[in-house]
């Protein structure tokens, strides 16, 4: 996947992000990256992942769609990525394209 500058700041004691504050939660962000943004918090902390398959070119059908803990890819094969790993669940060359995470309080950044 080409590389696209990313700096994302978001606030967690806002509605649209509070999920963000608990574990377990994962949001999707449009508008950043390529076809936008996954962010998951592990528990552990918060990572942060292109919603395009890094398996497939760029495509309407390589969009990842949030669905819980997951992303799945809309091509043929249907790749499914576990969001706390950032791995497919079944065999895939690539793994998700990750972004770094910086945490302050309530703000987080997402950059590369």
Do not use: W
């Not at 950043?32 to 070119?57: D, K, P, Q, S, W």
């Amino acid at each position: 996947l080409p590389e696209m500058a990313v700096n994302v700041p978001i606030n967690t004691s806002l509605p649209t992000y509070n999920t963000l504050n608990y574990p377990g939660n994962a949001i999707y962000i449009g508008g950043y990256g390529i076809n936008g943004i996954l962010v998951i918090n592990t528990g552990t902390g918060i990572r942060a992942f292109e919603a395009t398959c890094a398996n497939h070119g760029i495509s309407s059908c390589s969009k990842l769609t949030l669905e819980g803990i997951e992303a799945k890819c809309n091509c043929s094969d249907a790749l499914v990525y576990n969001l706390y790993l950032g791995l497919a669940t079944t065999d895939a060359q690539y793994p998700l394209k990750e972004y770094r995470v910086s945490q302050n309080g309530n703000m987080i950044t997402i950059y590369n």
